[in-house]
Nanobody, 115 residues
Framework: QVHLVESGGGLVQPGGSLRLSCAAS????????MGWYRQAPGKQRDMVAT???????NYADSVKGRFTISRDNRRNTVYLQMNSLKFEDTAVYYC?????????WGQGTQVTVSS
C-alpha cells in the first residue's frame, strides 16, 4: 500500500504562483510514475502532469509552459510548480502514484485562483 500526502494548495490571484508537494510512503518500488490530476466542480478528473522515475514528463496542453513537474526520488516526493495561474486552474489537485500493479491517490488539495 502507498500513502500520499499533498500540501501547498491555497488561494492565489490570477498570474500568481503556487507549488504543490506530494510525499509518498509505504510500499514504494523504484519503477513508477507520479503525477498530478485535477478536478473542478462538475467536471471529470483530468491529468495535469506526470513524471516517471527516469524523469520523463508529460503535460496537459492547457498547462504547458506554465507548470513544471519534478521529483526527488530519494524523498519519494513529487512537486508541481504552477506559474501564471488562471481562473480556470481552480480545482482540487490530486497526487497519483502508479505502477503496473498499484494506482494510489492522495486526498487532494484545493487550488483557488481568484481576484
Amino acid at each position: 500500500q502507498v500513502h500520499l500526502v499533498e500540501s501547498g494548495g491555497g488561494l492565489v490571484q490570477p498570474g500568481g504562483s503556487l507549488r504543490l508537494s506530494c510525499a509518498a510512503s509505504g510500499s514504494i518500488v523504484s519503477i513508477n510514475a507520479m503525477g498530478w490530476y485535477r478536478q473542478a466542480p462538475g467536471k471529470q478528473r483530468d491529468m495535469v502532469a506526470t513524471i516517471t522515475n527516469g524523469g520523463y514528463t508529460n503535460y496537459a496542453d492547457s498547462v504547458k509552459g506554465r507548470f513544471t513537474i519534478s521529483r526527488d526520488n530519494r524523498r519519494n516526493t513529487v512537486y508541481l510548480q504552477m506559474n501564471s495561474l488562471k481562473f480556470e486552474d481552480t480545482a482540487v489537485y490530486y497526487c497519483n502514484y502508479a505502477t503496473q500493479l498499484v494506482n494510489s491517490w492522495g486526498q487532494g488539495t484545493q487550488v483557488t485562483v481568484s481576484s
